[in-house]
T-cell receptor
Framework: KQEVTQIPAALSVPEGENLVLNCSFT??????LQWFRQDPGKGLTSLLL?????REQTSGRLNASLDKSSGRSTLYIAASQPGDSATYLC??????????FGSGTRLSIRP | GAGVSQSPSNKVTEKGKDVELRCDPI?????LYWYRQSLGQGLEFLIY????????KSGLPSDRFSAERTGGSVSTLTIQRTQQEDSAVYLC???????????????FGPGTRLTVL
């Protein structure tokens, strides 16, 4: 059974810092892994999708990596801004189960 | 429309009433998902539709919950005899299904906030 964990649950950093969010999963037989952000009271916005054959994806200041063998993905945010404050969720699509979401990391960027 | 839409955006109902929540997926997307997000919690999978295949209903919490997808497009999630614990945000997502590669990028609607008094 696939389990997805995100650590830390909450993170607060000053503006301008680079930061890394972590996502780990227990079953390495995955199709893909997707990172989302969720603003309070809103739906989810897709950030990056990494297929199982890929090692990383980049979009602007965001870079997501995937290491299937160790069951880990990281989301790197460069030069953080107050507008980056949100909850970040990872979701794993496995061959043996439905899409499983982590519980999220609540990120706060202090001006 | 360009994205996934859901209606209503907010629904307040009395315990014991039935409610219907609607999702319009992105045109051409073959896969449609319903999730539930309770206050401060992660996303809980409810049901998954893929093309003409039988839906995966394994996440539905009780037989009071049902969903249908008509014509491979619009979906309705119905909750009968609502209870206070049904209060949550109900999110819908759609994606393209690529054979042998699992499900593709999911796009989410804004959600319906359900409050059961």
């Amino acid at each position: 059974k696939q389990e997805v964990t995100q650590i830390p649950a909450a993170l607060s950093v000053p503006e301008g810092e680079n930061l890394v969010l972590n996502c780990s999963f227990t079953d390495s037989a995955i199709y893909n892994l997707q990172w989302f952000r969720q603003d309070p009271g809103k739906g989810l916005t897709s950030l990056l999708l990494i297929q199982s054959s890929q090692r990383e994806q980049t979009s602007g200041r965001l870079n997501a990596s995937l290491d299937k063998s160790s069951g880990r993905s990281t989301l790197y945010i460069a030069a953080s801004q107050p507008g980056d404050s949100a909850t970040y969720l990872c979701a794993v699509d496995s061959s043996a189960s439905k899409i499983i979401f982590g519980s999220g990391t609540r990120l706060s960027i202090r001006p | 429309g360009a994205g996934v839409s859901q209606s209503p955006s907010n629904k307040v109902t009395e315990k014991g009433k039935d409610v219907e929540l609607r999702c319009d997926p992105i045109s051409g997307h073959t896969a449609l998902y319903w999730y539930r997000q309770s206050l401060g919690q992660g996303l809980e999978f409810l049901i998954y539709f893929q093309g003409n295949s039988a839906p995966d209903k394994s996440g539905l919490p009780s037989d009071r919950f049902s969903a249908e997808r008509t014509g491979g497009s619009v979906s309705t999630l119905t909750i009968q005899r609502t209870q206070q614990e049904d209060s949550a945000v109900y999110l819908c997502a759609s994606s393209l299904q690529i054979a042998g590669r699992g499900r593709n990028e999911q796009f989410f609607g804004p959600g319906t906030r359900l409050t059961v008094l």
